[in-house]
């Protein structure tokens, strides 16, 4: 009877120590504690999947006149983004990103404003253009450099600078870097016009009449024909052939440089116009409520004409 006793009494006090951990008031704050931090993380959590962001730059911020916009039909991560953004992506993006979404392909809502005074533009148009051609001027004297530089490595000991006349043995001794230059440079129109050459016969088709032209060119000289002659024949039949492709080079060269700087032009008068076009069409902001957009006839005339719409 008094194991059962005991055994009663031991079942009692394990309940009662239950219940009493069960209130505890330390387990209590720690259960609240933990429910009040998912609560909050939670909330955090719909606050920033909630909060519109630029989605060229993916930056919420705003700054007064560059606020976030909804100009198109697309909606969630991609609905908004800022206006300097969308400007800048409209004036550099080729095709019709100028007035329609490249996403959703609406089309977005312009109003028609006037345009303020673009001389900064132009002049930053024309700084624009000189920093490209300036940049393409330094990139051939950096190859003409490496090819004098070259040349000297080649004749380290002087044997070739030294070998011309006298007058021109006083000159060159006292001034070896212009003399490197100018083989640099007689280097670099040799090889353009070598590879100009080649590329003009490559881009012909085998059936042409000009073809049979390049042909001769090519292998109706007999090169190496001039070998069981003396070194004098050889060596004035290469110093023709120097001749020749310095001059093609240099007419290659030419070509090169205009195509160049009409390219270089074109692009930056193609992104000047789409800039100044886009403070005179500005995107209207529908607030997610999208419907289809409506231009005048002479703006929409006027956009197709610069291939925009």
């Known amino acids: 009877m008094k194991g059962v006793e005991m055994q009663q009494q031991q079942l009692e006090l394990g309940r009662s120590g239950e219940s009493h951990s069960d209130s505890d008031p330390l387990l209590q704050n720690q259960a609240d504690a933990s429910s009040t931090q998912e609560i909050t993380v939670n909330?955090?959590?719909?606050?920033?999947?909630?909060v519109p962001c630029c989605r060229i730059c993916l930056e919420t911020d705003c700054e007064p006149g560059d606020e976030l916009i909804s100009p198109c039909m697309c909606k969630g991560t991609q609905q908004f983004v800022h206006r300097s953004c969308l400007d800048h992506w409209r004036s550099v993006k080729e095709g019709f990103a100028f007035s329609h979404c490249t996403t959703c392909k609406a089309q977005f809502h312009l109003r028609v404003a006037l345009s303020e005074d673009?001389?900064?533009?132009?002049?930053?148009?024309?700084?624009?253009?000189?920093?490209?051609?300036?940049?393409v001027f330094f990139?051939?004297?950096?190859?003409?450099?490496?090819?004098?530089?070259?040349?000297?490595?080649?004749?380290?000991?002087?044997?070739?600078?030294?070998?011309?006349?006298?007058?021109?043995?006083?000159?060159?001794?006292?001034?070896?870097?212009?003399?490197?230059?100018?083989?640099?440079?007689?280097?670099?129109f040799v090889l353009l016009g070598f590879f100009g050459l080649i590329l003009h016969c490559s881009s012909l088709n085998s059936n042409d009449p000009r073809m049979a032209g390049c042909q001769n060119c090519c292998y109706g000289w007999g090169i190496l024909d001039c070998f069981p002659a003396s070194m004098e024949a050889c060596?004035?039949?290469?110093?023709?052939?120097?001749?020749?492709?310095?001059?093609?080079?240099?007419?290659?060269?030419?070509?090169?440089?205009?195509m160049a700087i009409q390219k270089i032009w074109q692009r930056h008068y193609h992104i000047l116009i789409k800039r100044e076009l886009t403070k005179e069409y500005i995107?209207?902001?529908?607030?997610?409520?999208?419907?289809?957009?409506?231009?005048?006839?002479?703006?929409?005339?006027?956009?197709?004409?610069?291939k925009l719409l």
């Open 43 to 50: 909330n955090e959590d719909i606050e920033n999947v909630s």
């Open 118 to 135: 673009n001389s900064w533009r132009k002049m930053k148009f024309r700084l624009f253009v000189t920093r490209d051609i300036v940049f």
């Open 139 to 188: 990139a051939v004297q950096i190859v003409i450099a490496a090819m004098g530089g070259f040349a000297y490595l080649m004749d380290k000991d002087g044997t070739f600078r030294n070998s011309f006349s006298d007058g021109w043995d006083r000159i060159l001794s006292k001034h070896p870097i212009p003399f490197y230059y100018c083989i640099g440079v007689l280097a670099f």
């Open 235 to 258: 060596f004035a039949l290469v110093v023709v052939f120097v001749i020749l492709f310095a001059i093609l080079g240099i007419a290659y060269g030419f070509l090169a440089a205009t």
């Open 283 to 306: 995107v209207e902001d529908l607030h997610g409520s999208y419907s289809p957009a409506k231009l005048d006839s002479e703006h929409e005339e006027r956009l197709k004409m610069v």
